[in-house]
């Protein structure tokens, strides 16, 4: 499945908040433990159409990573001192993995991360666009009706 408008107000959003961004992509260890009800493309496919999405808005594959979501909320590295990472970028589904984040941040004695949150973007019925909507045949990857 291709991103949907969702993912991609998402990804555009990171590089105009940050020159230099992280891109973390349930990894497909994660999916075994939290299956979703729709089909999941295995992690390379996902991280392939991200870069492709990257490519064609012409930014330089420098200026981002692409990871595995490996942990429960996080990666560990992102509890580690010598992280250079200074923002959380999160959806309104996900601020409160950005949350948990921060407190153990906290709790550790460091700095939290900033927290930008991308609005959902919604289908053409009001409803968010998702790719469970998307899969269940209700709307397309723009947000258009599909079923009546």
Known sequence: MPLHEGH???LETAPKIAYHFLVAITSDERLKKHPKKHAVRPFPERSRGMK???DANDIDPERYEIEPLTGEVYN???MKPDCD???VLVSEETIRGAETINRE???MG???FAVEVVQMVLAEDGERISTSRVYKGEIDGGGKKLKV
Do not use: C, G
């Open 110 to 112: 460091l700095k939290p």
């Open 105 to 107: 941040r906290v709790k």
């Open 85 to 87: 990472i200074e923002a």
């Open 76 to 78: 560990d590295h992102l």
């Open 8 to 10: 991609k107000m998402f």
């Open 52 to 54: 492709e999405f990257y």
